[in-house]
């Protein structure tokens, strides 16, 4: 025989289907958004895990002035026998002026650095057409072409060369568009790459010098950061001694290009599982709630039921069905519109930014069991556990609705003074206390939610102010060995020397006489490897006089709790710095940034276990006291302190500091940091992050909007009764709203502002959290105006869900007054 609850099913599905409604949406639309993200990121992010050995990534690159003879790339990789061998290739490539594009001037300037189509190292990645076979066609980076408008079969001209466009590719060193290594930010609409056919190369040579830049491959791919880099150092002197004058030199951990992307989508995905954290805990208490609100409805019912015979666990069973079968609906479809339609936009957000192969999608059960099972077994359970409690009451109770611990409670006197409308409103506060503050604490999770959209993105342009106000100077130039502003004259005469020589492929283009050969080698003999370079660019006095030289080096910390290594940069500093005046470095002290101390916990006396990737040896200092701001993780040291601790000679610095700007030789000059960098920080982050925050944005106030649906009108479903008395008494519907709904309405505002203190520490314990795996300290900030949007929103969306309350109180009937409770 069919069991005859069955029957109820439908009839309760009916009669709550805004409940059920709002739950399948609050479900389905969160797994939907969230796990499109994290399927299209987790497959971006096995794409570029494979990228190494499927297009043959380089493990290092180095550019020469001049190109290296046979003899120089044969040492190079004699030099590599003892890790097991290398390949070493070059990778010439044409910064080429686009001239013209699809037949029309450019917009913008734009420069494309041209390479020879490759076939060993860096193998393109073809999202179009074919690679270039003839000398008048090439073929773009992907992600310039679309900025750019150029396609396919189009016509290109670079520097005076016209050129077709047979492809569309992505080259695996340029997943990220930095045209220098050291530039803060990428850059996908006036720099790009491209491929030609060694003809179409060889003809744009004539016109363009290459920069002869050549990879290093190693046989053996696992080895580790120090054995790579030990190699790539044996390298370099082989190269040195073989006359080859090599002036840059990188490692593919460092290469922006190659590890720019990976490093974005990895802390993208630990923002969104964050986000699916805060909506699973929503999703928990929404359920919390409704499954009282059901059993408090039902109660008259399930007295009704157990007096009759039946059992417990079958009215258990009845009750989840109708959750469990809503739940499992809207997971499987929440998955499958994430996976169908959702996946594309989300993936769109990267491959628009970064140049990446074509796209494929790898299922993950990782986010099947974050976005699916964790929010069906939660539904399920936090149901289950609320049924189970409930149902410890007698039947009694549940026709007398005697559901809560203390019983029948004397009413709170109410001053006399107080008129009927005001007194009423305090009635049905009082009444429904309970009720409102979960409603207080509900809209706490959904606010913050929101809230967490709207800080995103001022926080992260906050980092960026704060790493532009703890720059000590106007240029910070970081170098290649040390350069000495002025020299002796002798020194002088040396590096003159060698620049000459620096300036041509052979000693014998300079045309020089025999003495003056010799007199040439007799100063280049004078220059040791240890020796500072003399720069021969020209400075006023009174920029070399205020100008402080300085040393740094980059170390790694261990942030623990498997978030990887957080790079940490130690400065050596003169004692009584013009720059650094407010640091006593002096008597071997260790400065610790404040960032330390906030995000990692560290002060004074403690000890900072730090390791050199590069060497492979752990350097141990003790704090002797913290300085700075909460975005500063960096360690300060007197420059003598920091020489001895990394085997410096006496005297070694890389680095300046200088309020002026330096003209300081390009061939020493590594980077120049200013504060404008510091701004391009937080423009970067808010154009790499902007499109997927608005969407953040757009999911928390969907969610924002079922949530406060769902618990206020638990609230007008609990006061139906008493809805129902006062239709009888005469009140018309608009006087009832006006009695009931502005009650809510006071109670959630009252929410929406007094719950942003607490949303606010919230959300400082849950962003440190999140970012603890991101290179430095971001704190989170959270300006007034966010905070008014927060609460604005919070309203306009409440306004409509009150309209739909106010339908919901027009139909509660007057029978319903009369049926008898007890």
């Known amino acids: 025989m069919v069991n005859p609850l069955l029957k109820r099913l439908p009839r309760e599905l009916r009669n709550n289907l805004g409940k059920y409604l709002g739950i399948f949406l609050l479900m389905a639309g969160s797994i939907a958004l969230v796990s499109g993200f994290l399927l299209a990121a987790n497959s971006i992010s096995v794409i570029i895990s494979a990228m190494r050995d499927d297009y043959n990534i380089e493990d290092a690159r180095f550019t020469c002035d001049f190109e290296a003879t046979d003899e120089a790339l044969d040492a190079a990789r004699e030099a590599a026998e003892g890790v097991g061998g290398a390949d070493v290739e070059p990778l010439y490539g044409i910064d080429a002026t686009l001239d013209e594009e699809m037949g029309h001037a450019p917009q913008k300037d734009a420069t494309v650095r041209t390479y020879r189509h490759r076939t060993t190292f860096d193998v393109a990645a073809y999202a179009e057409g074919r690679a270039p076979e003839a000398a008048d066609e090439v073929a773009l980076d992907r992600v310039f072409a679309s900025h750019r408008g150029i396609e396919v079969g189009g016509t290109v001209t670079l520097s005076g060369h016209a050129l077709k466009v047979v492809g569309i590719m992505t080259l695996p060193d340029q997943q990220a568009l930095f045209e220098d290594n050291s530039d803060f930010t990428l850059n996908t609409i006036t720099f790009g790459v491209a491929e030609l056919s060694d003809a179409g190369f060889d003809a744009l040579a004539q016109d363009v010098e290459p920069i002869y830049t050549y990879a290093i491959l190693f046989h053996d791919r696992g080895l580790s950061v120090a054995e790579r880099t030990n190699a790539e150092t044996d390298v370099m002197e082989a190269l040195a001694d073989e006359g080859a004058r090599v002036s840059d030199f990188i490692d593919a951990d460092a290469n922006q290009g190659i590890g720019y992307a990976a490093d974005d989508v990895e802390g993208d995905s630990s923002m969104w599982e964050v986000m699916m954290g805060i909506i699973v805990v929503i999703m928990a208490f929404v359920f919390v709630v409704l499954t009282s609100s059901t059993i408090e409805e039902e109660s008259a019912v399930i007295g009704t039921l157990l007096a009759s015979g039946w059992r417990a ?35 769109n957000l990267y491959y628009n930014s970064y140049s990446l192969p074509p796209y494929h999608m790898t299922w993950s059960w990782h986010v099947f069991l974050m976005c699916t099972v964790v929010p069906f077994v939660l539904l399920v359970g936090v149901t289950l556990v609320g049924l189970l409690h409930k149902m410890g009451k007698t039947p009694l109770q549940f026709l007398r609705h005697e559901l809560g611990r203390g019983g029948t409670k004397r009413g709170l006197r109410l001053p006399a003074r107080l008129g009927f409308v005001p007194r009423f409103r305090v009635r049905v506060f ?22 967490f959209g709207l800080a995103v993105l001022p926080t992260m342009n906050h980092y960026a102010e704060s790493l532009r106000n703890t720059m000590v100077a106007a240029h910070q130039y970081t170098l290649k060995r040390p350069v000495d502003l002025t020299g002796t004259d002798e020194g002088r005469a040396s ?235 005469g009140y018309r519907d608009h006087e009832v709203s006006h009695l009931y709904v502005r009650s809510i309405t006071w109670c959630v505002v009252a929410s929406l502002v007094l719950s942003l203190p607490v949303i606010i520490g919230s959300l400082t314990v849950i962003f440190k959290a999140m970012l603890l795996s991101y290179n430095g300290n971001i704190e989170i900030f959270v300006p007034a105006d966010a905070m008014a949007k927060c609460v604005l929103t919070g309203l306009v969306t409440y306004a409509v869900v009150a309209l739909v309350h106010l339908r919901s109180i027009r139909r509660v009937p007057m029978s319903l007054a009369l049926k008898v409770q007890e």
Not at 430 to 450: D, E, H, K, P, Y
Not at 501 to 528: C, H, N, Q
């Open 495 to 729: 590096w003159e020397a060698y620049d000459r020589v620096a300036g041509v492929a052979d000693v014998d283009d300079l045309g020089l006489g025999d003495e003056e050969k010799r007199e040439l080698v007799r100063s280049l003999a004078r220059i040791g490897d240890d020796d500072h370079a003399v720069n021969l660019s020209a400075n006023s006095d009174e920029a070399i006089a205020q100008a402080e030289s300085y040393a740094v080096y980059q170390l790694q910390y261990d942030r623990g709790e498997g978030a990887g290594y957080e790079s940490v940069t130690v400065y050596g500093i003169r004692p009584g710095s013009r720059y650094w005046d407010d640091l006593d470095v002096g008597d071997g002290r260790v400065i610790l940034g404040r960032g330390f101390t906030d995000k990692f916990g560290l002060g004074v006396g403690d000890t900072l276990e730090l390791w050199d990737k590069y060497e492979d040896a752990t350097y141990k200092l003790t704090a002797s006291e913290v300085y700075g701001t909460k975005s500063d993780l960096n360690v300060y040291l007197d420059l003598d302190t920091f020489n001895v601790l990394f085997g410096n000679p006496s005297g070694y610095f890389n680095a300046y500091a200088s309020d002026e700007a330096l003209d300081i030789d390009e061939r020493w000059l590594a980077s120049d940091l200013t504060p404008a960098d510091m701004d391009k920080i937080g423009a970067q982050m808010t154009d790499s992050m902007g499109d997927m925050m608005y969407m953040l944005l757009g999911v928390a106030v969907f969610i924002f909007l079922v949530f406060i649906y769902l618990l206020t009108k638990a609230v007008i479903d609990r006061s139906a009764r008493s809805i129902s008395y006062m239709k009888v008494f």
């Open 430 to 451: 009082l009444r429904n206390l309970g009720n409102f503050v979960t409603l207080f604490v509900g809209i706490a999770f959904a606010s913050m939610l929101l809230l």
């Open 313 to 347: 666990r079958e009215l258990v069973a009845h009750y989840l069905a109708l959750p469990a079968i809503v739940g499992a609906l809207a997971c499987a479809g929440g998955t499958a519109l994430g996976m169908t339609l959702l996946e594309t936009p989300m993936k």
